[in-house]
């Protein structure tokens, strides 16, 4: 009897600590894609993007698409005719519900890449002054309340850290800052969330430190390191009169320069469109030539925009007109089938890349980062609450506190590590996330009580 009096007093007092803990809910019915050596997989499938970037209306007039349900149905039936499986979104509103958006793209087999930045809460990188001034705690809490608002939803693929931040050789010095969020956002994330979500850069294609770029962003401890490298590439431009060809574009010394990279790596926007755009490069994309080192890409862009890319035109009363280039790539993925099996990549893990050296056009010397704002420390405990939304103005770049010293090597590492019960092969949607309990705390509880048992009996 007094063995089970302990008993009791045990169950009545660990059940209050069980009770509080909130189970987190997994949204979807696809797999949720992970990172195995240099490729994405769907559970035992290798995962190519056959994608679109999808920013109606442009970066500049920053509206979230997933909140305007009528347009989103409307083009859903656009993404399936032409065949895709993921979406890029560049800004969201981190302060709303996005259930019934994502939910429209998970019945229709539609991933989505998502950009974790605003154009109010993002690095400024006009200067080193402004990099630092930028990277705060309070952009940082609106990048982790991105990072809160879509982890549980099984479509969300990737997230991307940045966005051609460097687009130029004079402002490489941006680089630490971005690997800096890199590492901030998948701790974020195996602090705070049950499956491991991949974070990576988006680089612009810019010759003279583009393999710089995808050497650092992996080099280093693994904290720091990137889950995957992307670029948008413009290098294919079709002729006039026939397809621009493999190595003509120099593809074939793209893949020979990334050969051994470790991480996947994909084009996170191509579609050049000078002359025209024949889309010859998705048959490059997704034949042997390629697979074994890059998963597939992005087709830059859905809408027509001021800058000519798009490939659905918007009439006067709101209605989608599908162009030539919308025909053209439909086609282009039509023709295409995956290779099988693995397509030649290197499912192992990798060890990390070598830093690249300092050199004029890059003039970074040292692998040591800037440590997380002081600020920005409780989130990991605590979480980031509500988003900012797309709220805001110039200043919002500047209303945090900055960082105040440099990292030490791996003290970005996590402190727990995702269980992975939200990326079940084949989930079903809502299906329970696994309760998760500080042992620690637990443990605490039952020696206390157990204590106390002895004492009172």
Not at 85 to 109: C, F, P, Q, V
Not at 114 to 129: F, G, H, K, V
Not at 364 to 373: G, V
């Amino acid at each position: 009897m007094k063995s089970f009096a302990v008993l009791s007093i045990l169950g009545a007092a660990i059940a209050p600590v069980f009770a509080g803990v909130a189970p987190r809910q997994s949204k979807g019915k696809l797999t949720p894609v992970t990172v195995k050596g240099n490729a994405f997989f769907a559970g035992n499938e290798r995962f190519y993007m056959r994608g679109v970037a999808y920013q109606p209306g442009g970066a500049s007039d920053a509206k979230d698409p997933l909140l305007d349900l009528e347009s989103l149905r409307r083009d859903v039936k656009n993404f399936k005719d032409l065949g895709i499986n993921t979406i890029r979104i560049y800004t969201i509103d981190n302060s709303k519900n996005h259930d019934e958006g994502m939910k429209i793209l998970d019945d229709a087999g539609i991933y989505l890449a998502l950009d974790a930045n605003t154009p109010q809460y993002s690095l400024n990188r006009e200067s080193n002054a402004t990099l630092h001034r930028s990277y705060n705690d309070v952009y940082l809490q609106s990048v982790f309340a991105t990072i809160d608002a879509f982890a549980d939803y099984n479509n969300l693929l990737v997230f991307f850290s940045g966005n051609e931040v460097i687009n130029a050789v004079n402002n490489t010095n941006a680089a630490p800052y971005i690997k800096a969020v890199t590492r901030d956002m998948k701790q974020y994330i195996s602090n705070r969330h049950s499956r491991k979500i991949p974070v990576g850069y988006s680089a612009a294609d810019v010759a003279e430190v583009i393999e710089q770029q995808a050497l650092y962003f992996d080099c280093g401890t693994d904290d720091a390191r990137a889950d995957f490298f992307a670029f948008n590439d413009y290098s294919w431009c079709d002729k006039e009169d026939g397809l621009q060809t493999f190595t003509g574009a120099g593809w074939n010394k793209k893949v020979e320069t990334y050969k051994n990279f470790p991480r996947p790596i994909f084009l996170s926007e191509h579609g050049c469109i000078e002359p025209n755009r024949q889309w010859g490069e998705i048959a490059a994309l997704f034949s042997t030539k390629m697979t074994g080192v890059y998963s597939g890409g992005l087709a830059y862009e859905y809408t027509v925009e001021p800058n000519g890319y798009g490939i659905v035109d918007i009439n006067g009363s709101g209605d989608i007109e599908p162009n030539e280039d919308f025909e053209s790539l439909k086609a282009a993925y039509a023709n295409v089938t995956n290779p099988s099996g693995n397509g030649g990549a290197k499912t192992t893990e990798g060890k990390a890349s070598e830093c690249p050296p300092e050199s004029d056009d890059w003039p970074i010397s040292s692998e040591a980062l800037l440590a997380m704002p002081s600020g920005a420390q409780k989130y990991m405990d605590e979480g980031a609450g509500t988003g900012p939304g797309l709220d805001g103005d110039e200043s919002s770049h500047w209303a945090g506190e900055a960082s105040e010293g440099t990292a030490t090597a791996g003290s970005g590492a996590p402190t727990r590590t995702p269980n992975g019960s939200a990326a079940p092969s084949g989930g079903s949607e809502g299906a329970a996330f696994a309760t998760e309990v500080p042992m620690k705390f637990v443990g605490m509880v039952v020696a206390s009580v157990v204590l106390g048992a002895a004492m009172v009996l």
